[in-house]
């Protein structure tokens, strides 16, 4: 199937602890996207990257790290986690960087819960 | 600042009804995008409108856009259950390329 596909869906950790996030697309998209949406469903842009390149680096934590090893895969690293850091992650990729013409691929979501 | 904010937060309709969801913006906007998204799943592409664009149709949805007023609104004509859902609004500021969502709105389709 061709998708946006995210692992893992629920991750349970406890506060200090780090974690990645991995995505993966196989759109052949140029762009890839880290969302996050907290509990009351706001959805606010956390990076993105074109062709590897980090293009957009919002006013985020710098415990949190994405990595992109290649245009396919973009991945979340978050060090000491923290309560706050509770929500649903989505990955997201666009065939084109800039302003888009087809808009996004979301994938599923990670539910993070730090207790 | 949150770039789009939709009009009503929730919504509630009997099935074979139309539902009508505003969005509004703040800034110039290269375009504007309407999402889906149930329960418990990531975000669904619906349709997206150019910002030189005024209206615009896909299957029983219809997205106008009024940049004077910077508002959108998304109708869905003849609605079933199945269109129970949040659904969000994404604009993109001029010259950022940056699409901003706003809180949604939850439409519950009754039976």
């Known amino acids: 199937d061709t998708a946006v596909s995210q692992t893992p869906k629920y991750l349970v950790t406890q506060m200090g602890n780090d974690k990645s996030i991995k995505c993966e697309q196989n759109l052949g998209h140029d762009t890839m996207y880290w969302y996050k949406q907290d509990s009351k469903k706001f959805l606010k842009i956390m990076f993105s990257?074109?062709?590897?390149?980090?293009?957009i680096n919002e006013t985020v934590p710098n415990r949190f790290s994405p990595k992109s090893p290649d245009k396919a895969h973009l991945n979340l690293h978050i060090n000491s986690l923290e309560l706050g850091d509770s929500a649903v992650y989505f990955c997201a990729s666009s065939r084109e960087g800039g302003s888009l013409v087809y808009g996004y691929t979301f994938g599923s979501g990670t539910r993070l819960t730090v207790v | 600042s949150q770039q789009g904010e939709e009009d009503p937060q929730a919504l509630s309709i009997q099935e074979g009804e139309n539902a009508t969801m505003n969005c509004s913006y703040k800034?110039?906007?290269?375009?504007l995008q309407w999402y889906r998204q149930n329960s418990g799943r990531g975000l669904v592409h619906l349709i997206l409108i150019r910002s030189n664009e005024r209206e615009k149709h896909s299957g029983r949805l219809r997205v106008t856009l009024d940049t004077s007023k910077k508002s959108s609104s998304l109708l869905i004509t003849a609605s079933r259950a199945a269109d129970t859902a949040s659904y969000f609004c994404?604009?993109?500021?001029?010259?950022?390329?940056?699409?901003?969502f706003g809180t949604g709105t939850r439409l519950k389709v009754l039976a």
């Open positions: 990257y074109n062709n590897k390149e980090l293009i």
């Open positions: 994404a604009t993109d500021e001029v010259g950022t390329y940056k699409y901003i």
């Open positions: 800034t110039s906007i290269n375009n």
